[in-house]
């Protein structure tokens, strides 16, 4: 039987937070030089999300944020990455937490494949993001866009 994806969304959650007490995620905003966002597409939970993923014990939050740009979008930064904020995320649990960074620069390493986690990645116009960009992407994409205060709330 296969599980819904809001009931994986939820036993991921708990799983991070009997393992974490607290979780700690980053998610990450890299835009090309033609204004086009990388979104992630999880096989997990529904919608396109800015890459990220929980910060693992021991790593500093930056360093979690270089690895997951690889591991979700084959993406390397080259410059070092901007704290554009940081978010507490009432939706996944009372103690979630998100910094998210932005990407000055950075180079594709390659096509990303598909995995166990990722169904698809690609780049997007700012201005014309996929239907299914989830509120919060597009709430922090137009922060970054628009030069807002980061809100309190993910």
Same mark, same amino acid.
């Given at each position: 039987m296969l599980l819904d994806r809001p009931l994986l969304r939820r036993l991921f959650h708990l799983g991070a937070l009997? =393992?974490?007490?607290? =979780?700690?995620?980053? *998610?990450?905003? $890299?835009i090309d030089a033609q204004g086009r966002v990388c979104l992630v597409r999880h096989t997990y939970v529904t919608g396109w999300?800015? @890459?990220?993923?929980?910060?693992?014990?021991g790593e500093a939050a930056p360093d979690a944020m270089m690895r997951e740009f690889r591991e979700e979008a084959e993406i390397l930064p080259t410059a070092g990455l901007r704290l554009h904020g940081f978010y507490?995320? $009432?939706a996944a649990a009372g103690r979630d937490h998100v910094a998210l960074?932005? $990407? @000055? $620069?950075?180079?594709?390493?390659? *096509?990303?494949?598909?995995d166990r986690e990722i169904a698809e990645c690609g780049f997007f116009p700012c201005?014309?993001?996929?239907?299914?960009? =989830? *509120?919060?992407?597009?709430?922090?994409?137009d922060e970054i866009r628009d030069g807002l205060p980061p809100a309190a709330l993910w």
């Amino acid at each position: 039987m296969l599980l819904d994806r809001p009931l994986l969304r939820r036993l991921f959650h708990l799983g991070a937070l009997a =393992t974490r007490g607290m =979780t700690l995620g980053v *998610r990450g905003a $890299a835009i090309d030089a033609q204004g086009r966002v990388c979104l992630v597409r999880h096989t997990y939970v529904t919608g396109w999300h800015l @890459p990220g993923g929980g910060i693992e014990p021991g790593e500093a939050a930056p360093d979690a944020m270089m690895r997951e740009f690889r591991e979700e979008a084959e993406i390397l930064p080259t410059a070092g990455l901007r704290l554009h904020g940081f978010y507490r995320n $009432a939706a996944a649990a009372g103690r979630d937490h998100v910094a998210l960074y932005v $990407a @000055p $620069a950075f180079t594709i390493l390659g *096509r990303k494949a598909p995995d166990r986690e990722i169904a698809e990645c690609g780049f997007f116009p700012c201005d014309a993001l996929p239907e299914e960009t =989830t *509120r919060a992407t597009r709430a922090r994409l137009d922060e970054i866009r628009d030069g807002l205060p980061p809100a309190a709330l993910w």
